[in-house]
């Protein structure tokens, strides 16, 4: 895989100083006049800021955001009537003549609903890849994705891109103990993914249920309950103690010999973790507990590189 472009300032480092300036600037900056403004049948030059007719646009195929909350555009539309739109649109050229969004749906979005025939573009020679990790970025640094997308974009650069955690967190300007977090709420059922994505259960409720069985009853269970976090915890916590293999663990911790709970303790000591081994005579089973994603990363970083 090709090295990740550094892409962690944002539109700013595509589209220019204009994506940081103040919106009097940008709009100021936007050219206004018939000479400057694209038709169906003419294609405009490449420059910053044209103006193209919204009806020319598409959302991107490579757009993570799947959820646009209808209050929002509304807000957004009204404001566009009386001020138009001030920060150009990210696009890129199809194949059919067209324009493909890469950052800027929802301005496109609100334009629509406003009654506005164009808005302000810059258009960009981009790849797949580079559409992809934009459209992250963008919605990242605007905190516009709910976790799932986030999790599902993460996802998709890693299987059609062939991403380590390691490099997408660089490109995402994220830290890799986020990118791990995020990436295992797609093991979540949709049923429970489904209430983070409407904000009915919040990412750390999720955290708390992968992996567990009865995800979907706890999930509803959160909601009609009011549970915070830490009760949700305490609860599986609780589960736990009282589970047949749990009594069984401690049962055979009793039974244990002096070695054995000797070497139990130095590895708890090394790792700050509990540590568990179970001998059965033909091998046995070593394991770690550990209470947060930070502390499993550690573990297996060490683990990696001993």
């Known amino acids: 895989m090709s090295k990740p472009r550094g892409l962690g300032r944002g539109l700013s480092a595509l589209i220019g100083d204009g994506a940081d300036a103040t919106p009097e600037q940008q ?44 209050d929002d555009l509304e807000s957004l539309s009204k404001s566009l009537k009386e001020k138009g739109v001030l920060q150009p649109l990210l696009v890129r050229s199809v194949a059919d003549g067209g324009y493909e969004i890469v950052a ?7 334009a629509q609903r406003a009654g506005l025939h164009e808005v302000p573009v810059v258009v960009e020679a981009l790849t797949d890849r580079e559409a ?32 380590t955690q390691d490099a997408l967190a660089k490109v995402i300007g994220k830290s890799r103990s986020h990118i791990a977090n995020t990436l295992r709420l797609s093991s979540l059922p949709k049923e429970v993914r489904a209430l983070v994505i ?34 949700v915890e305490k609860l599986l916590s609780q589960k736990k103690e009282n589970s047949p293999q749990r009594r069984k663990s401690d049962l055979s911790k009793h039974e244990k010999d002096a070695d054995t709970l000797a070497l139990e303790k130095t590895l708890s000591d090394g790792l700050g973790l509990a540590v568990s081994i179970e001998d059965t005579g033909r091998g046995g089973k070593l394991s770690v507990d550990y209470k947060t994603l930070e502390q499993l990363d550690d573990v297996i970083r060490r683990l990696l590189t001993s």
Do not use: C
């Open 27 to 70: 709009q100021n900056a936007a050219p206004k006049s018939k000479a400057d403004t694209a038709t169906a049948d003419t294609a405009p030059p490449k420059g910053p800021y044209m103006r193209l007719g919204v009806d020319q646009l598409r959302p991107g195929t490579f757009q993570p955001r799947q959820n646009f909350d209808e």
């Open 104 to 110: 800027g749906e929802r301005r496109w979005r609100a």
């Open 132 to 163: 992809l990790e934009i459209g992250i970025i963008e919605n990242v640094q605007r905190a516009d994705l709910n976790a799932i997308e986030e999790a599902e974009a993460f996802q998709r650069l890693m299987d059609e891109f062939k991403y």
């Open 198 to 231: 409407s904000g009915a259960l919040s990412p750390g409720h999720a955290r708390a249920l992968i992996g567990h069985e009865n995800a979907i009853s706890l999930a509803n269970k959160i909601v009609s309950d009011g549970l915070s976090v830490r009760d």
